[in-house]
């Protein structure tokens, strides 16, 4: 399995952006994928989620509370890949932003490269 993150980049205060994570390979359900990001000198923090519980359960999202009403996450079953929308955007969104599938069958694990976001003031 690998992921490829890509859409980052420099953005003033108040605008948007869209990241994509591109899976490859099989990813089994259940699995939770995650949007994750690191500012210098930060600790890294969860920003949004895709809960699959099977084909059953259907999908559920949650939100780190920093980023609660402005960013949203999604996933295109067509092109497997998941969204990150980010609207809003304020200077302290400033990070590096990881991507992350927890496979819940195989309990693996799967990072993609980080795509760095910048936004001014």
């Known amino acids: 399995v690998q992921l490829q993150a890509s859409g980052g980049g420099f953005v003033r205060a108040g605008g948007s952006l869209r990241l994509s994570c591109e899976v490859s390979?099989?990813?089994?359900?259940?699995?939770?994928m995650y949007w994750h990001r690191q500012a210098p000198g930060k600790q890294r923090e969860m920003v949004g989620r895709?809960?699959?519980?099977?084909?059953?359960?259907?999908?559920?999202?949650d939100y780190g509370d920093s980023v609660q009403g402005r960013f949203t996450v999604s996933w295109d079953n067509a092109k497997n890949t998941m969204y990150l929308q980010m609207n809003s955007l304020k200077p302290e969104d400033t990070a590096v932003y990881y991507c992350q599938v927890h496979d819940l069958r195989t309990l693996n694990r799967y990072w993609g490269q980080g795509t760095l976001v910048t936004v001014s003031s």
């Open positions: 390979g099989t990813i089994f359900s259940p699995n939770v």
């Open positions: 895709i809960v699959s519980g099977g084909s059953t359960s259907g999908l559920s999202t």
